[in-house]
């Protein structure tokens, strides 16, 4: 079983076949006692590695590539 929490679950569900979960929960609530080796020791939390963020380029003025309005403009002044 995954945990001892909900082995209690399931093993209260059996007892109590035909009742909602919500009330199974209540019930299980009630008559669940954690064990000792797990309130003794509480488990260390790891510490997730950070990643790298990339280097922007240095070019932060206007691009090289041109938008689809300057586009757009060209088009319409051959037009003319």
Known sequence: MANAWLAHVKATMKKHKG???KQVLKMAKKTYK???????????????????SRRRS???????????????????????
């Open 19 to 21: 009742m909602k979960f």
């Open 34 to 52: 954690k064990s000792a080796s797990s309130a003794a020791s509480p488990k260390k939390r790891r510490r997730t590695k950070r990643r790298k």
């Open 58 to 80: 240095k070019s932060r003025g206007k691009s090289k590539r041109k938008g689809k309005k300057t586009r757009r403009k060209r088009r319409r002044r051959r037009r003319r």
